[in-house]
């Protein structure tokens, strides 16, 4: 006679709860900042979320992995807060299933599951996603955000004053706009060895130093590398995205040259491709090379180096 299933949530291991309480926190910012309409937007993706997470559990007879939450949390940060609740649940359902689920889950997928989400969100219904700017200081929606006044090379100073970019009181998505608490999270994480600190530090550098090139040469399209930092997703995908375990190089040198990879595909992007933003797609462009990556500098098989454990 068939035991009855029990589905049972496999106990998250004291990283894993450091970058949930982390990202909790940065949810409860975007709360405070956008509105009550955020915790509703948590909840949607949340519950979608975890119904997937639950049917596979049970039709594969294994518990449900320690990172259905923090995935989730991910995809919550990464979206506009004027989003719809049901393409929201949308995103959520998509980058569960073919971003993670699909894989195995945790920490066995190859893509970054939110930021697959989000990717079929944007090309699926880029009304929602690029066009919908909430600015939380006047109440009013916009079609700009300081990313886009970035890319045109006007003075975002002039209409975002730094303070404004620092404490989130500046239109963006719900995680990118909390960019000092980010800073001190991202920090407290390191210094907890939480994250690596290695793509962080090479990523910013990187960015700040092409960045800094393509001024001093006269590319259009480069601006002012220090607020460039400043606007849109870096810091969050420097801290939140890009130190992402199961997509990370497993190599010290190799997630070096991630790092300047992922700042040099995001500065070609924002510069010269129709999206202003470019960190969603060089995430995509960045999972698919690492273990190229890595296979380049460790000088061993690609099959060897894809079925590396995580830890």
Known sequence: MNQPKVLKFKAMDTNMKWLNFSLLLLVLAGVIIFGIQILFLALTVIIVDLIFEIIFAYFR????????????????????PTVPLWIAGVGAAFGAFFGKLVFGGYPKYVFNPAVV???????????YLNTEWLNPVT????????????????????????MNLLLGT?????GEVSRGLIILLGIGLMALRV?????????LVSFLGLGFLGQVAGIEGFYDPFIAVMVGTVMFAAFFIIT???????TTAGKFIYGFLFAFFTLLIRVFAAWPEGIIFSTIIMNVLAPLIDASVARKPLSQIMTAEVK
Do not use: E
């Open 195 to 203: 994250i690596d600190w290695k793509p962080p530090l090479a990523f």
């Open 139 to 162: 109440g009013l929606v916009d079609a700009s955000n300081p990313v886009i006044t970035w890319s045109r090379g006007v003075d975002v100073l002039a209409t975002y004053p730094f």
């Open 61 to 80: 007879g294994k518990q449900i992995d320690q990172g259905w939450l923090y995935n989730a949390l991910i995809l919550i940060l990464i979206l506009p």
């Open 170 to 174: 500046a239109p963006g998505l719900v």
């Open 117 to 127: 989400g989000v990717i079929f969100l944007t090309i699926s219904f880029p009304q």
């Open 244 to 250: 992402d375990k199961p997509t990370l190089p497993v």
